[in-house]
């Protein structure tokens, strides 16, 4: 069975930094590609980051560019898929359930939250002003 967890999220002042990270469990070998999408009260969910895994190209949704980077862990002896994603200069829009999801088949249009597969439970963030 696949596990999808995110660590846990905070409350984090404007401007600040915070770094989440997912962990994938449960699947043997490599997933196509792993995202973090958001959701704000009353707003629909929104399209972060994401990564291929094979190749680590990157995608990022307008509110994330120039801000937030999203990476993997290539040690080679991790046995989870995991993913980080850095958040720098945030501000208090960022507040949201941050989600990582997992695209098991390849390729995909990792932007839509159609091409994914597996989700974890979501992390809050509050950014503070």
């Known amino acids: 069975q696949v596990h999808v967890a995110e660590s846990v999220g905070r409350l984090v002042q404007a401007g600040g930094s915070l770094r989440l990270s997912c962990a994938v469990s449960?699947?043997?070998?490599?997933?196509?590609?792993m995202g973090w999408f958001r959701q704000a009260p009353g707003k629909d969910r929104e399209f972060i980051a994401a990564i291929e895994w094979s190749s680590e190209t990157t995608y990022y949704g307008d509110s994330a560019k120039g801000r937030f980077t999203i990476s993997r862990d290539n040690a080679r002896d991790n046995p989870k898929n995991t993913v980080y994603l850095q958040m720098n200069s945030l501000k208090s829009e960022d507040t949201a359930v941050y989600y990582c999801?997992?695209?098991?088949?390849?390729?995909?249009?990792?932007?839509?939250?159609?091409?994914?597969?597996?989700w974890g439970q979501g992390t809050q963030v509050t950014v503070s002003s």
């Open positions: 449960g699947r043997p070998g490599s997933s196509y590609g």
């Open positions: 999801a997992v695209a098991v088949r390849g390729p995909n249009n990792l932007v839509s939250a159609k091409s994914y597969d597996y």
